[in-house]
Every structure is written in C-alpha cells, then in structure tokens.
C-alpha cells in the first residue's frame, strides 16, 4: 500500500498554544499486536544529513533533512530509573534546514496515549516534507511509553512550571524547552487522547465539558505579535477540516479553551503553557481514549496535514488516509534489525516469544528499528521488542562469541541459485537448497534429518516444524550460521503461504 498521494495548501496566519490533558491517571490496555512487512526508514537526528532533494527545483538552494531516509541505532537496555536517559527522546527534523517557520509536532508526553504518538511516528516515517520544515518528537515521555504508564515519576505535562533538578525527567524537560524555544519553531502541536468526548455543553456522562477527548486546545485566543496570532481561528480552521472527515458523528471535534491565563493553576504547568509564554503559537490536539488505536491516529493525522497547510508546509503522503489503512500501517510496517543486520525480524505476526536468540556475549543487542517508537528492554536473560505500548515479542537470549566476517551465502531458492546476504528474508514458493560454505555450519531451525546435514538438501515447507517459525503463521523460518563456536549470521527464509 504506498500510494503516493500528493497535497497542497492553504495559508493562514495566527497563533498559538495548547495545554494538555487533565486526566489523571487511567491504566492503559493495548491488545498486543503483530507487525511485519517493510517500511520505509527515515530519520532521526539531525545535524548530520546533507542531502539534496532533487525534485525539489525551486528549494534546491536549501539543504533536505532526514530524506533520503536516515536511521536510529540504539542497544538494549533495562528500564529502571538509573537508566531513564538510555530512553531520551529523538527529535527528528524533516523538510529543509534553516527554515525559520518550522512546525513542532509532540507526541508521547503521556505513555498511555497512543494515538498521538503513533501519529507523530507516522510523520516520521510515512511522509515526505516536500516545502517548509517539521520537527517531530514522537516518543517525548519514552520511558512512559515502554512502562505503558500514564507517568511512572508524575505527570510530565505538569513539569513545565517550575521543576526540582533533582526530578529524574529534569533533563528532558530542558531538552525539550531547548527545541520549543529555538527561534526557528514558529507553531508547536502537543497530541494527547482524552477520555470521552469534549462537548461545550453537557449532554451525559461521556460527553461533557469535563471530557478532553475530540477536541481541539487553545489556551488564549490571540498570541500578541506573532505571525500565527489568532489562535482562535487556526483551532477553529482545524476543527472545521476534521469534521469534513468523521468516521462517526460522535467523534466531531470542538474548540476547548482552557483560559489559562485566567487562573487554571493546573494547566499554568504543561508544555503549550510554557511554549505561549514563550511567545510560540502552541496547540493541543486530542483524540478519543474511547477510540481504537488507529482511529485516533485518524484524527491526529487529518489534523497535523492542517497545521502544516495553515503554515504552507507541503508533504506527500505515502498512504491513502483512512483508518484501516492506518491499522495496517501500525500493525505490519515494522521490522527490526540486530548487529549491523546481521539478523533482520520482519515484525508482523512474529510470535510472542523467540527461543535461542543469538545475544552476544557481552550482554547487549545494538539495533536499528524500522520506527522511532520501537526499543528493546532488557530483563535478566530475556530481550523485549517494544513498539509504542505494545510489547512484540520477548527474545530468550542465547548467549554467543560474534564472528565479525560477513560472507554471502550460496542459496538455491526454487533451483535458482542465488547469493544471499546475512540479514536478509528470502521468499520460497517450493524449496530450497543451502550450498556447502568452507567453515561454516548451517542450522535451519526446524528442520531436522538423520544425516545431521543441512547443506546440499533441498527442504520443502512441509519438512518444517511449524512452531520453530518466527510468526504466527509458521511462514517465516530462521537458517543460522556458525564459523566454530561463534554466530556468523542469520538468513530468515519466508515460505509463501
Ligand atoms: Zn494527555
């Protein structure tokens, strides 16, 4: 599904600033879920990509970031408060640099809020700034988001008042102060999903003034002296557009100002607060909790293409925007690489747990994902694959020596001989064949014979025992390589279902 769907703009001016939701704290309930397929990478950090977008004729004096795609590379960790700063957020700058009307888009300032940082990560890695420049922080709260937890040391939309050094989420909160006051930002959105839905009048229980879900947050209607001054008609401009696009009635959107300034305390401490203050046009946007996941990354998406249109910040899409298109997204366009891939794990359907999983010795899995919401946690001998809140699999280490060298392997795939790389997923209509290679022992899992051989014999998928597959579906199968008593590499073989 990569239907490149092209978008232009409006422009309107005003501006802005946006507080966060009041909830407090609500346990958080994700259906585990799979993923697979290939995505497109991009990202993360700046300052190092110097790449020139070539369709880009009239920008062409400016430089692109972060297109062509970049990658994040992280290793494992434990998760406990002495090793919070091993899960700092990313920033990932898209567009073109230098560019002093730059869009800030947060999201996961409360890890139980998915929508908006699924949404936020659907920039990153499904759209292409084409005009303009948008920064994205998908994962602000990540140790949140990886505890599944509202805020495991407090609410982090309260900490932008006044915060103790001695706070363990100190440093990121000046982290981000740092990128909402830097003068290029010149509109912030801060993405939440609230329970219910906002209604300005009350009607029941579930739609109410008190309800934050659905709506769009302004804290003050006019910013003084700023090229996004009317807060007011932007929320409104954005409200109007979502609302063309309902899947259901309920779900319409409203305008929510929270008169900040006008003595709500609690709000006077969140990040759209601090950011007004600061002289940015900041706003809040919230989906419903009573929605499924994609459905509220529906409505942040249908929003953010908004404030990007507003600002005259283009993009392509590389997907049709509707909410099953978004559910397959999230649920199958993730994989994951280990050791400068020499084992890849595409993630859709992978099973929940992965037996004898080549770790290295030392401890410690280095990795690139295919999405900036995606880490590895370490507890004791077990490895687990986290996306957003939900946790894909739990890898059960089997500690081993790496040998360094890289060879191609001699593959005969339905009796085509082919070279194949470490890394890679090869599809299988029939059969295949693993040649001999000088030093190397091969071990499929699953498959077994008398001989103890595995090179040199040509396996069918109904030679495989199914519950050695990686997935759900005992489609993908794991081929492993060992030069003496060190992993060499693994090639995953996908028979085609
Ligand atoms: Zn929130």
């Known amino acids: 599904m990569n239907i490149n769907f092209k978008k232009s703009f409006f422009l309107i001016f005003i501006s802005f600033l946006f507080l966060g939701c009041n909830e407090k704290n609500e346990p958080i309930k994700t259906p585990p879920l799979n993923q697979s397929t290939i995505i497109e990478k991009e990202n993360v950090d700046l300052n190092k990509t110097k790449v020139k977008d070539l369709n880009q004729v009239e920008e062409k004096t400016k430089e692109a970031l972060s297109y062509p795609p970049k990658t994040i590379q992280r290793?494992?960790?434990?998760?406990?408060?002495?090793?919070?700063?091993?899960?700092?957020?990313?920033?990932?700058?898209?567009?073109?640099?230098?560019?002093?009307?730059?869009?800030?888009?947060?999201?996961?300032?409360?890890?139980?809020?998915?929508?908006?940082?699924?949404?936020?990560?659907?920039?990153?890695?499904?759209?292409?700034?084409?005009?303009?420049?948008?920064?994205?922080?998908?994962?602000l709260n990540f140790y949140s988001i990886i505890k599944r937890?509202?805020?495991?040391?407090?609410?982090?939309?309260?900490?932008?008042?006044?915060?103790?050094?001695?706070?363990?989420?100190?440093?990121?909160?000046?982290?981000?102060?740092?990128?909402?006051?830097?003068?290029?930002?010149?509109?912030?959105?801060?993405?939440?999903?609230?329970?219910?839905?906002?209604?300005?009048?009350?009607?029941?229980?579930?739609?109410?003034?008190?309800?934050?879900?659905?709506?769009?947050?302004?804290?003050?209607?006019?910013?003084?002296?700023?090229k996004y001054s009317n807060l007011f008609e932007i929320s409104n401009s954005v409200v109007s557009h979502v609302n063309k696009s309902l899947i259901k009635k309920e779900h319409i959107y409203h305008l929510h100002n929270t008169r900040t300034s006008e003595?709500?305390?609690?709000?006077?401490?969140?990040?759209?607060?601090?950011?007004?203050?600061?002289?940015?046009?900041?706003?809040?946007?919230?989906?419903?909790?009573?929605?499924?996941?994609?459905?509220?990354?529906?409505?942040?998406?249908?929003?953010?293409?908004?404030?990007?249109?507003?600002?005259?910040?283009?993009?392509?899409?590389?997907f049709n925007l509707n909410d099953q298109v978004i559910k397959n997204i999230l649920d199958n366009d993730i994989e994951i690489s280990f050791y400068d891939n020499k084992i890849k794990l595409p993630l859709s359907k992978i099973r929940n747990i992965i037996n004898y999983f080549p770790v290295k010795n030392d401890g410690s899995i280095d990795f690139v994902p295919s999405n900036p919401l995606m880490t590895i946690v370490k507890k004791n001998n077990e490895y687990s694959i986290y996306y957003g809140n939900r946790r894909l699999s739990r890898l059960k280490a089997d500690y081993i020596d790496y040998e360094v060298e890289n060879k191609d392997i001699d593959i005969k795939v339905d009796s085509v001989k082919r070279k194949v790389s470490f890394g890679s997923v090869i599809t299988v209509k029939e059969n295949f064949n693993i040649m001999p290679i000088d030093n190397y022992r091969v071990n499929v899992i699953g498959y077994t014979n008398k001989t103890k051989k595995e090179t040199n014999i040509t396996i069918h998928h109904s030679d495989m025992m199914k519950k050695f597959s990686i997935d759900k579906d005992g489609l993908i199968y794991r081929i492993e390589f060992y030069s003496k008593e060190k992993f060499a590499g693994m090639i995953l073989v996908k028979f085609a279902g």
């Open 149 to 226: 937890s509202r805020g495991p040391y407090g609410d982090m939309n309260r900490k932008f008042a006044n915060l103790s050094k001695d706070d363990p989420e100190y440093e990121t909160i000046q982290r981000i102060k740092n990128y909402i006051n830097h003068d290029n930002v010149k509109l912030i959105v801060n993405l939440h999903d609230g329970s219910g839905y906002y209604r300005p009048k009350y009607i029941d229980k579930e739609h109410s003034p008190y309800k934050w879900g659905q709506c769009s947050i302004i804290d003050q209607e006019i910013l003084k002296d700023h």
């Open 263 to 318: 003595g709500d305390k609690e709000m006077e401490k969140t990040l759209t607060y601090y950011a007004i203050n600061k002289g940015k046009a900041a706003f809040g946007n919230e989906a419903s909790k009573n929605l499924p996941t994609h459905q509220r990354t529906y409505y942040h998406l249908l929003a953010l293409e908004k404030y990007m249109d507003t600002m005259g910040i283009e993009y392509e899409r590389q």
């Open 75 to 139: 290793s494992s960790s434990i998760a406990t408060k002495s090793t919070i700063k091993n899960f700092d957020f990313n920033i990932i700058k898209k567009g073109f640099k230098d560019d002093n009307n730059t869009l800030l888009i947060v999201g996961g300032i409360q890890g139980d809020e998915p929508g908006g940082f699924m949404a936020a990560s659907l920039i990153v890695t499904h759209y292409k700034i084409t005009k303009g420049s948008v920064w994205v922080v998908p994962n």
